[in-house]
C-alpha cells in the first residue's frame, strides 16, 4: 500500500524566517510523482511544487524547494522569507502516473505565519 | 470556465435524505476526480473518471455513494441515505492528462454537514 506520512500536525514560524515542513511515503514503485499543496481556508487546493521522482535535481519555486531523498523517501517543503499569506494547511502528496493519475495524501501540517 | 467549478458550495441534509454535488471541470479536461477531506483530516480519493468512464471506482466507501460523469464534462456524486459520518468537504479535481502535465486543479469543494 502507498501511504504519506506528515509528522507535523501545526508549525509556525516568525515572517520573513525559514521554515521546512516534513514528508515522507511508501511506495514499491519507481515512477511517480511528488507534490507539496497548499490549503488556504478557501478551502481550494493550490499546487505549491512538483517532484518527478527520477529527477535527481531538487525542485524550486521562487521561496518554496524540496529536499527530496529518494532512498530515505523522505521530500520536505522548505519556505524561506515566510509572509503571512503562507498561512494555510500544507499537503503533501504522491502520484503514480499509471494509476490514473489519482494523489495520495497526507494528514497536513497547519502553518502559521505570525508577524 | 476559467477554473473547476462545485455546486453547492455548502449543504446541509438530514440523516437519511439523498444529496447530489455538482462539479464543472475545465473545459477539455478529460480527467475528472473526487476527493473527500474529513475535519481535520487529509484529502481521500473517491473516484477518477476518464471521459464518461471510471476506471477506480476503489475509493468509493460504501454503495451508498455513485457517482457518473456525462458528456466528458459535468460530474455529479449522490451519496444516499446520508449518514453523520459524510459530514465533510468533497472536492474535485481536473487535469488535462496530458504527459507529462500531471498537474490536477482543483474546486473550492462542497461542504456536506449532516443533522
Known amino acids: 500500500a502507498q501511504t504519506v506520512t506528515q509528522s507535523q500536525p501545526e508549525m509556525s514560524v516568525q515572517e520573513a524566517e525559514t521554515v521546512t515542513l516534513s514528508c515522507t511515503y511508501d511506495?514499491?514503485?519507481?515512477?511517480?510523482?511528488l507534490f507539496w499543496y497548499k490549503q488556504p481556508p478557501s478551502r481550494q487546493m493550490i499546487l505549491v511544487i512538483r517532484?518527478?521522482?527520477?529527477?535527481?535535481q531538487n525542485a524550486t519555486e521562487n521561496r518554496f524547494s524540496v529536499n527530496f531523498q529518494k532512498a530515505a523517501k523522505s521530500f520536505s517543503l522548505k519556505i524561506s522569507d515566510s509572509q503571512l499569506g503562507d498561512t494555510a494547511m500544507y499537503f503533501c502528496?504522491?502520484?503514480?502516473?499509471?494509476?490514473?493519475?489519482?494523489?495520495?495524501f497526507g494528514q497536513g501540517t497547519e502553518l502559521s505565519v505570525k508577524p | 470556465g476559467a477554473g473547476v467549478s462545485q455546486s453547492p458550495s455548502n449543504k446541509v441534509t438530514e440523516k437519511g435524505k439523498d444529496v447530489e454535488l455538482r462539479c464543472d471541470p475545465i473545459?477539455?479536461?478529460?480527467?475528472l476526480y473526487w476527493y473527500r477531506q474529513s475535519l481535520g483530516q487529509g484529502l481521500e480519493f473517491l473516484i477518477y473518471?476518464?471521459?464518461?468512464?471510471?476506471?477506480?471506482k476503489s475509493g468509493l466507501p460504501s454503495d451508498r455513494f455513485s457517482a457518473e460523469r456525462t458528456g466528458g464534462s459535468v460530474s455529479t456524486l449522490t451519496i444516499q441515505r446520508t449518514q453523520q459520518e459524510d459530514s465533510a468537504v468533497y472536492l474535485c479535481?481536473?487535469?488535462?492528462?496530458?504527459?507529462?502535465?500531471?498537474?490536477?486543479?482543483f474546486g473550492q469543494g462542497t461542504r456536506l454537514t449532516v443533522v
Open positions: 479535481a481536473s487535469s488535462p492528462k496530458t504527459v507529462p502535465n500531471t498537474e490536477a486543479f
Open positions: 511506495t514499491s514503485e519507481n515512477n511517480y510523482y
Open positions: 517532484q518527478e521522482a527520477y529527477k535527481q
Open positions: 502528496a504522491f502520484m503514480i502516473p499509471n494509476q490514473g493519475g489519482k494523489l495520495i
Open positions: 473545459s477539455g479536461h478529460t480527467a
Open positions: 473518471f476518464q471521459g464518461n468512464s471510471a476506471p477506480d
